[in-house]
Protein backbone atom coordinates (compact mmCIF):
# COMPACT_ATOMS: atom_id res chain seq x y z
CA UNK A 1 0.00 0.00 0.00
CA UNK A 2 2.89 2.34 0.99
CA UNK A 3 4.88 1.40 -2.60
CA UNK A 4 1.70 2.19 -4.13
CA UNK A 5 0.70 6.04 -2.59
CA UNK A 6 4.40 6.81 -3.51
CA UNK A 7 4.24 5.72 -6.65
CA UNK A 8 0.93 7.85 -6.98
CA UNK A 9 2.44 11.10 -5.48
CA UNK A 10 5.58 10.75 -7.73
CA UNK A 11 3.41 10.62 -10.98
CA UNK A 12 0.62 13.78 -9.23
CA UNK A 13 3.44 15.86 -8.45
CA UNK A 14 4.30 16.47 -12.50
CA UNK A 15 0.59 16.13 -13.18
CA UNK A 16 -0.55 19.56 -11.20
CA UNK A 17 2.47 21.20 -12.99
CA UNK A 18 1.31 20.68 -16.33
CA UNK A 19 -2.28 21.10 -14.86
CA UNK A 20 -1.07 24.45 -13.26
CA UNK A 21 1.05 25.61 -16.48
CA UNK A 22 -2.57 25.56 -18.75
CA UNK A 23 -4.39 27.37 -15.98
CA UNK A 24 -1.81 29.99 -16.20
CA UNK A 25 -1.89 29.72 -20.12
CA UNK A 26 -5.26 29.98 -19.99
CA UNK A 27 -5.58 32.67 -17.37
CA UNK A 28 -2.63 34.78 -19.71
CA UNK A 29 -4.85 34.40 -22.61
CA UNK A 30 -8.30 35.62 -21.43
CA UNK A 31 -6.70 39.04 -19.67
CA UNK A 32 -4.82 39.56 -22.90
CA UNK A 33 -8.32 39.11 -24.86
CA UNK A 34 -10.56 41.17 -22.37
CA UNK A 35 -7.42 44.07 -22.47
CA UNK A 36 -7.12 43.90 -26.41
CA UNK A 37 -10.73 44.36 -26.83
CA UNK A 38 -11.02 47.03 -23.91
CA UNK A 39 -8.00 49.11 -25.84
CA UNK A 40 -10.16 48.85 -29.50
CA UNK A 41 -13.35 50.05 -27.43
CA UNK A 42 -11.38 52.93 -26.18
CA UNK A 43 -9.57 54.05 -29.24
CA UNK A 44 -12.43 53.95 -31.31
CA UNK A 45 -14.08 56.31 -28.56
CA UNK A 46 -11.13 58.51 -29.43
CA UNK A 47 -11.18 58.46 -32.39
CA UNK A 48 -14.85 59.57 -32.41
CA UNK A 49 -14.00 62.75 -30.34
CA UNK A 50 -11.01 63.90 -32.80
CA UNK A 51 -13.80 63.04 -35.79
CA UNK A 52 -16.25 65.68 -33.76
CA UNK A 53 -13.71 68.12 -32.55
CA UNK A 54 -12.59 68.00 -36.67
CA UNK A 55 -16.07 69.06 -37.66
CA UNK A 56 -15.92 71.57 -35.19
CA UNK A 57 -12.45 72.91 -36.28
CA UNK A 58 -13.56 73.37 -39.66
CA UNK A 59 -16.84 75.15 -38.97
CA UNK A 60 -14.67 77.15 -36.39
CA UNK A 61 -12.42 78.07 -39.11
CA UNK A 62 -15.40 78.93 -41.85
CA UNK A 63 -16.79 81.56 -38.99
CA UNK A 64 -13.38 82.75 -39.09
CA UNK A 65 -13.36 83.54 -42.84
CA UNK A 66 -17.01 84.76 -42.86
CA UNK A 67 -15.91 87.24 -39.77
CA UNK A 68 -12.54 88.71 -41.29
CA UNK A 69 -14.31 88.72 -44.77
CA UNK A 70 -17.65 91.21 -42.89
CA UNK A 71 -14.70 93.05 -41.17
CA UNK A 72 -12.75 94.27 -44.05
CA UNK A 73 -16.39 95.18 -46.16
CA UNK A 74 -17.59 97.31 -43.32
CA UNK A 75 -14.25 99.23 -42.59
CA UNK A 76 -11.60 98.38 -45.70
CA UNK A 77 -9.28 97.67 -43.24
CA UNK A 78 -7.11 94.71 -45.12
CA UNK A 79 -5.87 93.96 -41.45
CA UNK A 80 -9.07 92.33 -40.94
CA UNK A 81 -8.53 89.96 -43.86
CA UNK A 82 -6.57 88.29 -41.49
CA UNK A 83 -8.30 85.45 -40.18
CA UNK A 84 -9.85 84.93 -43.59
CA UNK A 85 -6.42 84.53 -45.66
CA UNK A 86 -5.72 82.17 -42.53
CA UNK A 87 -8.77 80.26 -42.78
CA UNK A 88 -8.76 79.67 -46.72
CA UNK A 89 -5.63 78.44 -46.30
CA UNK A 90 -6.80 75.79 -43.47
CA UNK A 91 -9.84 74.75 -44.75
CA UNK A 92 -8.96 72.60 -47.68
CA UNK A 93 -6.63 70.94 -45.18
CA UNK A 94 -9.18 70.61 -42.30
CA UNK A 95 -11.64 69.10 -44.84
CA UNK A 96 -8.76 66.34 -46.12
CA UNK A 97 -7.85 65.39 -42.70
CA UNK A 98 -11.68 65.05 -42.04
CA UNK A 99 -12.29 63.09 -45.34
CA UNK A 100 -9.14 61.07 -44.24
CA UNK A 101 -10.65 60.03 -40.57
CA UNK A 102 -13.75 59.36 -41.57
CA UNK A 103 -13.04 57.34 -44.84
CA UNK A 104 -14.89 53.83 -43.30
CA UNK A 105 -18.10 55.58 -42.98
CA UNK A 106 -19.12 56.58 -46.33
CA UNK A 107 -22.79 58.99 -45.31
CA UNK A 108 -19.78 61.11 -43.68
CA UNK A 109 -18.08 60.95 -47.31
CA UNK A 110 -20.42 62.20 -49.22
CA UNK A 111 -21.57 64.84 -46.47
CA UNK A 112 -17.71 65.87 -46.61
CA UNK A 113 -17.98 66.11 -50.63
CA UNK A 114 -20.58 68.52 -50.22
CA UNK A 115 -19.28 70.53 -47.19
CA UNK A 116 -16.21 71.10 -49.53
CA UNK A 117 -18.14 72.49 -52.41
CA UNK A 118 -20.30 74.46 -50.39
CA UNK A 119 -16.62 75.91 -48.23
CA UNK A 120 -15.54 76.26 -52.06
CA UNK A 121 -18.34 77.96 -53.38
CA UNK A 122 -18.59 80.28 -49.99
CA UNK A 123 -15.08 81.38 -50.21
CA UNK A 124 -15.53 82.43 -53.51
CA UNK A 125 -18.48 84.74 -52.97
CA UNK A 126 -16.29 86.08 -49.82
CA UNK A 127 -13.27 86.70 -52.66
CA UNK A 128 -15.76 88.05 -54.68
CA UNK A 129 -17.23 90.77 -51.94
CA UNK A 130 -13.34 91.94 -51.29
CA UNK A 131 -12.68 92.40 -54.96
CA UNK A 132 -16.39 94.35 -55.30
CA UNK A 133 -15.05 96.24 -52.33
CA UNK A 134 -12.28 97.09 -53.77
CA UNK A 135 -13.66 98.26 -56.83
CA UNK A 136 -16.56 99.67 -56.34
CA UNK A 137 -16.92 101.11 -52.98
CA UNK A 138 -18.70 99.99 -50.13
CA UNK A 139 -22.55 100.68 -51.34
CA UNK A 140 -21.87 97.53 -53.82
CA UNK A 141 -21.13 95.16 -50.97
CA UNK A 142 -23.53 96.53 -48.77
CA UNK A 143 -25.95 95.38 -51.57
CA UNK A 144 -24.42 92.25 -51.42
CA UNK A 145 -24.16 91.63 -47.83
CA UNK A 146 -28.27 92.23 -47.15
CA UNK A 147 -29.13 90.54 -50.77
CA UNK A 148 -28.86 87.25 -48.17
CA UNK A 149 -26.73 85.27 -50.00
CA UNK A 150 -24.16 84.68 -47.67
CA UNK A 151 -25.94 83.58 -44.53
CA UNK A 152 -28.10 80.31 -46.83
CA UNK A 153 -25.00 79.38 -47.34
CA UNK A 154 -23.75 79.41 -43.93
CA UNK A 155 -26.86 77.51 -42.79
CA UNK A 156 -26.42 74.94 -45.43
CA UNK A 157 -22.38 74.74 -44.63
CA UNK A 158 -24.12 74.39 -40.51
CA UNK A 159 -26.71 71.70 -41.08
CA UNK A 160 -24.23 69.70 -43.13
CA UNK A 161 -21.52 69.91 -40.32
CA UNK A 162 -24.22 69.13 -37.64
CA UNK A 163 -25.41 65.77 -39.43
CA UNK A 164 -22.48 65.11 -39.22
CA UNK A 165 -21.77 65.89 -35.94
CA UNK A 166 -25.00 64.08 -35.49
CA UNK A 167 -23.72 61.13 -36.88
CA UNK A 168 -20.89 60.73 -34.92
CA UNK A 169 -22.41 61.55 -31.47
CA UNK A 170 -24.27 58.33 -32.28
CA UNK A 171 -21.27 56.84 -32.81
CA UNK A 172 -19.68 58.00 -29.71
CA UNK A 173 -22.42 56.79 -27.74
CA UNK A 174 -22.18 53.04 -29.08
CA UNK A 175 -18.61 53.06 -28.56
CA UNK A 176 -18.88 54.83 -25.22
CA UNK A 177 -21.29 52.11 -24.24
CA UNK A 178 -19.11 49.39 -25.92
CA UNK A 179 -16.07 50.63 -24.07
CA UNK A 180 -18.12 50.51 -21.01
CA UNK A 181 -18.67 46.74 -21.59
CA UNK A 182 -15.47 45.98 -22.69
CA UNK A 183 -14.04 47.21 -19.29
CA UNK A 184 -16.27 45.73 -17.01
CA UNK A 185 -15.67 42.34 -19.02
CA UNK A 186 -11.50 43.14 -19.17
CA UNK A 187 -12.28 43.42 -14.97
CA UNK A 188 -14.22 40.52 -14.45
CA UNK A 189 -11.97 38.37 -16.59
CA UNK A 190 -8.83 39.50 -14.59
CA UNK A 191 -10.55 39.57 -11.39
CA UNK A 192 -11.91 35.75 -12.44
CA UNK A 193 -7.93 34.71 -14.19
CA UNK A 194 -6.57 36.61 -10.41
CA UNK A 195 -9.74 34.16 -8.23
CA UNK A 196 -8.77 30.97 -10.45
CA UNK A 197 -4.63 31.48 -10.16
CA UNK A 198 -4.81 32.35 -6.57
CA UNK A 199 -7.82 29.33 -5.91
CA UNK A 200 -4.37 27.14 -8.11
CA UNK A 201 -1.96 28.81 -6.01
CA UNK A 202 -3.67 27.42 -2.47
CA UNK A 203 -4.11 24.08 -4.20
CA UNK A 204 -0.82 23.30 -4.93
CA UNK A 205 0.58 24.90 -1.73
CA UNK A 206 -1.74 22.78 0.42
CA UNK A 207 -0.76 19.95 -1.41
CA UNK A 208 3.01 20.23 -0.94
CA UNK A 209 2.17 21.75 2.70
CA UNK A 210 0.22 18.20 3.15
CA UNK A 211 3.16 16.36 1.58
CA UNK A 212 5.53 18.15 3.66
CA UNK A 213 3.85 17.66 6.96
CA UNK A 214 2.95 13.88 5.64
CA UNK A 215 6.87 13.28 5.78
CA UNK A 216 7.01 15.61 9.00
CA UNK A 217 4.75 13.11 10.64
CA UNK A 218 5.65 9.85 10.01
CA UNK A 219 9.38 11.37 11.42
CA UNK A 220 7.49 12.83 14.44
CA UNK A 221 5.17 9.29 14.56
CA UNK A 222 8.87 7.09 14.70
CA UNK A 223 10.01 9.10 17.39
CA UNK A 224 7.24 9.12 18.92
CA UNK A 225 6.67 5.45 18.64
CA UNK A 226 10.25 5.29 20.53
CA UNK A 227 8.89 6.91 23.10
CA UNK A 228 5.63 5.52 23.67
CA UNK A 229 7.32 2.01 23.79
CA UNK A 230 9.63 3.18 26.31
CA UNK A 231 6.82 4.67 28.41
CA UNK A 232 4.00 1.87 27.83
CA UNK A 233 6.63 -0.41 29.96
CA UNK A 234 6.42 1.86 32.60
CA UNK A 235 3.24 2.73 32.50
CA UNK A 236 2.63 -1.15 32.53
CA UNK A 237 4.40 -1.14 35.95
CA UNK A 238 2.28 1.72 37.10
CA UNK A 239 -0.96 -0.24 36.65
CA UNK A 240 -0.22 -3.31 37.96
CA UNK A 241 0.81 -1.34 41.04
CA UNK A 242 -2.82 0.93 40.85
CA UNK A 243 -4.35 -2.41 40.24
CA UNK A 244 -3.14 -3.75 43.24
CA UNK A 245 -4.99 -0.86 45.75
CA UNK A 246 -7.55 -0.20 43.20
CA UNK A 247 -9.99 -2.86 45.75
CA UNK A 248 -8.83 -1.20 48.56
CA UNK A 249 -10.07 2.49 47.69
CA UNK A 250 -12.90 1.13 46.62
CA UNK A 251 -13.73 -0.07 48.89
CA UNK A 252 -13.06 2.57 51.41
CA UNK A 253 -15.14 5.09 49.05
CA UNK A 254 -17.78 2.71 49.07
CA UNK A 255 -17.47 2.46 52.95
CA UNK A 256 -17.32 6.54 53.43
CA UNK A 257 -20.38 6.46 50.53
CA UNK A 258 -22.56 4.59 52.77
CA UNK A 259 -21.71 6.22 55.74
CA UNK A 260 -22.93 9.80 54.25
CA UNK A 261 -26.24 7.89 52.80
CA UNK A 262 -26.84 6.81 56.69
CA UNK A 263 -26.24 10.20 57.91
CA UNK A 264 -28.94 12.18 55.48
CA UNK A 265 -31.04 9.37 56.42
CA UNK A 266 -30.99 9.78 59.93
CA UNK A 267 -30.98 13.76 59.55
CA UNK A 268 -34.46 13.03 57.40
CA UNK A 269 -35.70 10.41 59.77
CA UNK A 270 -35.06 13.48 63.24
CA UNK A 271 -36.42 16.38 60.83
CA UNK A 272 -39.55 14.19 59.88
CA UNK A 273 -39.89 12.54 63.57
CA UNK A 274 -38.11 14.47 66.38
CA UNK A 275 -38.94 17.98 65.08
CA UNK A 276 -42.55 17.48 64.08
CA UNK A 277 -43.24 16.21 67.33
CA UNK A 278 -43.04 19.42 69.33
CA UNK A 279 -44.47 21.55 66.61
CA UNK A 280 -48.00 18.90 66.78
CA UNK A 281 -47.55 19.98 70.00
CA UNK A 282 -47.40 23.45 70.47
CA UNK A 283 -50.42 23.63 67.30
CA UNK A 284 -52.55 21.48 68.91
CA UNK A 285 -52.06 23.22 72.20
CA UNK A 286 -52.15 26.69 70.35
CA UNK A 287 -55.30 25.54 68.41
CA UNK A 288 -57.15 24.23 71.78
CA UNK A 289 -56.51 28.13 73.32
CA UNK A 290 -57.74 29.22 70.08
CA UNK A 291 -61.02 27.34 69.62
CA UNK A 292 -61.90 26.69 73.84
CA UNK A 293 -60.61 29.75 75.83
CA UNK A 294 -60.81 32.52 72.78
CA UNK A 295 -63.47 34.10 74.99
CA UNK A 296 -61.04 34.51 78.32
CA UNK A 297 -58.32 36.41 76.72
CA UNK A 298 -58.51 40.38 74.49
CA UNK A 299 -58.27 40.29 71.00
CA UNK A 300 -54.46 41.42 71.41
CA UNK A 301 -54.12 37.69 73.30
CA UNK A 302 -56.27 36.17 70.11
CA UNK A 303 -53.90 37.55 67.53
CA UNK A 304 -51.11 36.93 69.34
CA UNK A 305 -52.29 32.94 69.02
CA UNK A 306 -52.94 33.07 65.39
CA UNK A 307 -49.70 34.32 65.05
CA UNK A 308 -48.23 31.23 66.79
CA UNK A 309 -50.45 28.85 64.79
CA UNK A 310 -48.92 30.68 61.77
CA UNK A 311 -45.69 29.88 62.74
CA UNK A 312 -45.28 26.36 63.29
CA UNK A 313 -47.64 26.01 59.80
CA UNK A 314 -45.18 27.79 58.69
CA UNK A 315 -42.26 25.78 59.79
CA UNK A 316 -44.42 23.02 58.94
CA UNK A 317 -43.64 23.97 55.53
CA UNK A 318 -40.03 24.68 55.81
CA UNK A 319 -39.47 21.39 57.24
CA UNK A 320 -41.42 19.37 54.43
CA UNK A 321 -39.28 21.16 52.21
CA UNK A 322 -35.98 21.15 53.28
CA UNK A 323 -37.13 16.94 53.32
CA UNK A 324 -37.92 17.08 49.47
CA UNK A 325 -34.91 18.85 48.70
CA UNK A 326 -32.86 15.76 50.76
CA UNK A 327 -35.09 12.98 48.37
CA UNK A 328 -34.07 15.01 45.79
CA UNK A 329 -30.54 15.27 46.72
CA UNK A 330 -30.71 11.42 47.74
CA UNK A 331 -33.33 9.58 45.69
CA UNK A 332 -32.23 7.49 42.41
CA UNK A 333 -32.05 9.16 38.78
CA UNK A 334 -34.69 6.71 36.65
CA UNK A 335 -34.32 8.48 33.13
CA UNK A 336 -36.93 7.81 30.46
CA UNK A 337 -38.50 9.40 27.95
CA UNK A 338 -41.42 12.13 29.08
CA UNK A 339 -43.61 13.66 27.48
CA UNK A 340 -43.24 17.48 28.78
CA UNK A 341 -46.08 18.99 27.09
CA UNK A 342 -48.25 16.75 28.73
CA UNK A 343 -46.57 17.02 32.07
CA UNK A 344 -46.50 20.80 31.84
CA UNK A 345 -50.50 20.21 31.11
CA UNK A 346 -50.74 18.15 33.92
CA UNK A 347 -49.16 20.42 36.28
CA UNK A 348 -51.40 23.33 35.17
CA UNK A 349 -54.47 21.68 35.74
CA UNK A 350 -53.33 20.74 39.10
CA UNK A 351 -52.55 24.61 39.60
CA UNK A 352 -55.87 25.57 38.52
CA UNK A 353 -57.60 23.23 40.73
CA UNK A 354 -55.82 24.95 43.23
CA UNK A 355 -56.89 28.46 42.52
CA UNK A 356 -60.78 27.95 41.02
CA UNK A 357 -61.24 31.49 41.55
CA UNK A 358 -58.02 32.81 39.10
CA UNK A 359 -58.67 32.28 35.82
CA UNK A 360 -54.89 31.37 34.56
CA UNK A 361 -53.83 31.11 30.76
CA UNK A 362 -51.83 28.52 30.90
CA UNK A 363 -49.58 28.48 26.80
CA UNK A 364 -47.96 25.00 26.66
CA UNK A 365 -45.95 24.52 23.73
CA UNK A 366 -47.21 21.20 22.32
CA UNK A 367 -45.43 17.83 21.26
CA UNK A 368 -42.37 18.57 23.89
CA UNK A 369 -40.81 15.11 24.91
CA UNK A 370 -37.56 15.12 26.82
CA UNK A 371 -35.07 12.24 28.95
CA UNK A 372 -35.20 12.66 32.34
CA UNK A 373 -36.40 11.81 35.60
CA UNK A 374 -40.49 12.10 35.35
CA UNK A 375 -40.74 12.46 39.57
CA UNK A 376 -37.94 15.21 39.43
CA UNK A 377 -39.40 16.71 36.18
CA UNK A 378 -42.37 17.33 37.87
CA UNK A 379 -41.06 18.75 41.24
CA UNK A 380 -39.29 21.24 39.27
CA UNK A 381 -42.54 22.68 36.70
CA UNK A 382 -44.18 22.57 39.88
CA UNK A 383 -42.25 24.46 41.42
CA UNK A 384 -41.34 27.27 38.36
CA UNK A 385 -45.32 27.33 37.27
CA UNK A 386 -46.50 27.41 40.89
CA UNK A 387 -44.25 30.25 41.53
CA UNK A 388 -45.30 32.16 38.24
CA UNK A 389 -48.99 31.88 39.48
CA UNK A 390 -48.12 33.20 43.00
CA UNK A 391 -45.85 36.38 41.60
CA UNK A 392 -49.14 36.71 38.74
CA UNK A 393 -51.45 37.06 41.84
CA UNK A 394 -51.57 41.24 41.32
CA UNK A 395 -51.19 41.21 37.98
CA UNK A 396 -54.30 42.17 35.53
CA UNK A 397 -54.28 38.69 33.93
CA UNK A 398 -52.37 35.84 34.90
CA UNK A 399 -50.67 34.54 31.74
CA UNK A 400 -47.62 31.23 32.44
CA UNK A 401 -46.10 30.08 29.58
CA UNK A 402 -43.68 27.00 29.38
CA UNK A 403 -42.08 26.12 25.72
CA UNK A 404 -38.55 25.58 24.07
CA UNK A 405 -36.60 28.02 22.68
CA UNK A 406 -34.56 26.54 19.83
CA UNK A 407 -32.31 29.37 19.40
CA UNK A 408 -31.24 29.01 23.01
CA UNK A 409 -31.33 25.46 23.29
CA UNK A 410 -33.50 25.85 26.47
CA UNK A 411 -36.52 24.69 28.02
CA UNK A 412 -38.32 28.27 29.71
CA UNK A 413 -40.72 29.17 32.06
CA UNK A 414 -42.77 32.62 31.38
CA UNK A 415 -44.88 34.70 33.35
CA UNK A 416 -46.03 38.36 33.37
CA UNK A 417 -46.16 39.27 37.16
CA UNK A 418 -43.99 40.86 39.55
CA UNK A 419 -40.47 40.27 38.38
CA UNK A 420 -37.41 40.86 39.94
CA UNK A 421 -33.84 43.26 40.04
CA UNK A 422 -31.44 40.98 37.88
CA UNK A 423 -28.80 42.42 40.49
CA UNK A 424 -30.18 39.61 43.23
CA UNK A 425 -30.32 37.15 40.00
CA UNK A 426 -27.62 34.88 41.64
CA UNK A 427 -29.16 34.70 44.29
CA UNK A 428 -32.40 33.08 43.54
CA UNK A 429 -31.13 29.44 43.54
CA UNK A 430 -29.99 29.30 46.72
CA UNK A 431 -31.82 27.63 49.89
CA UNK A 432 -33.89 30.59 52.07
CA UNK A 433 -33.31 33.67 49.94
CA UNK A 434 -35.93 35.22 48.97
CA UNK A 435 -36.24 38.54 47.17
CA UNK A 436 -39.97 39.40 48.06
CA UNK A 437 -41.14 39.81 51.49
CA UNK A 438 -43.63 37.05 53.11
CA UNK A 439 -46.17 39.78 53.28
CA UNK A 440 -46.50 40.57 49.32
CA UNK A 441 -45.95 36.76 48.39
CA UNK A 442 -46.25 33.29 50.98
CA UNK A 443 -43.34 31.11 50.62
CA UNK A 444 -40.42 29.02 52.20
CA UNK A 445 -37.77 29.97 49.68
CA UNK A 446 -36.84 26.31 48.93
CA UNK A 447 -38.55 25.95 45.91
CA UNK A 448 -36.23 27.10 43.60
CA UNK A 449 -33.17 25.59 45.17
CA UNK A 450 -34.82 22.12 44.73
CA UNK A 451 -35.38 23.14 40.82
CA UNK A 452 -31.32 23.99 40.54
CA UNK A 453 -30.99 20.52 42.22
CA UNK A 454 -33.16 18.76 40.03
CA UNK A 455 -31.97 20.09 37.12
CA UNK A 456 -28.04 19.85 38.44
CA UNK A 457 -28.97 15.94 38.40
CA UNK A 458 -29.88 15.92 34.82
CA UNK A 459 -26.34 17.73 34.26
CA UNK A 460 -28.06 20.87 32.99
CA UNK A 461 -27.78 24.59 33.95
CA UNK A 462 -30.83 27.03 35.28
CA UNK A 463 -31.13 30.86 35.01
CA UNK A 464 -33.33 33.24 35.17
CA UNK A 465 -34.33 36.75 32.99
CA UNK A 466 -36.93 39.69 34.66
CA UNK A 467 -37.67 43.15 34.58
CA UNK A 468 -39.42 44.46 37.54
CA UNK A 469 -42.92 44.72 37.94
CA UNK A 470 -42.79 43.09 33.89
CA UNK A 471 -42.39 39.58 34.96
CA UNK A 472 -39.59 36.99 34.25
CA UNK A 473 -38.59 34.15 32.48
CA UNK A 474 -36.76 31.03 33.97
CA UNK A 475 -34.37 29.26 31.31
CA UNK A 476 -32.77 25.84 32.13
CA UNK A 477 -31.14 22.84 30.38
CA UNK A 478 -31.36 18.94 30.38
CA UNK A 479 -28.27 17.08 29.69
Same mark, same amino acid.
Given at each position: ???????????????????????????????????????????????????????????????????????????? !?????????????????????????????????????????????????????????????????????????????????????????????????????????????????????????????????????????????????????????????????????????????????????????????????? @?????????????????????????? @????????????????????????????????????????????????????????????????????????????????????????????????????????????????????????????????????????????? !????????????????????????????? @?????????????
Amino acid at each position: MEALKTTTTRFLIPALLVVAFLVVAFNAWLAFDAVHSLLESESLVEHTWQVIVQAERIMSSAKDAETGNRGYLITG !DDSYLLPYRVASRELPIELDRFQAMTSDNPSQQARIVELRERVRARLALLQQGIDLRRSSGSDTVRLMVLSGTGKEEMDRMRAIADAMQSEERGLLSVRTSAAASAGVRARSTLAFATVLDLLLIVTVGRFLAKERSLRLAAEVARERMEIAHAEAAARAEEVNQLNATLEQRVALRTAELETTNRELEAFSYS @VSHDLRAPLRTIDGFSLALEEDYSAA @VDEAGRDYIRRVRAGVQRMGALIDALLQLSRITRGEMNREPVDFSELAASVAASLQEEHPATPIDFRIEPGLSVNGDLKLLRVALENLMGNAVKFSSRSAQTVVEFGWDPGREAWFVRDRGAGFDMQYADKLFNAFNRLHG !DKDFKGSGIGLATVARVVRRHHGRIWAES @VLAHGATFWFTLG
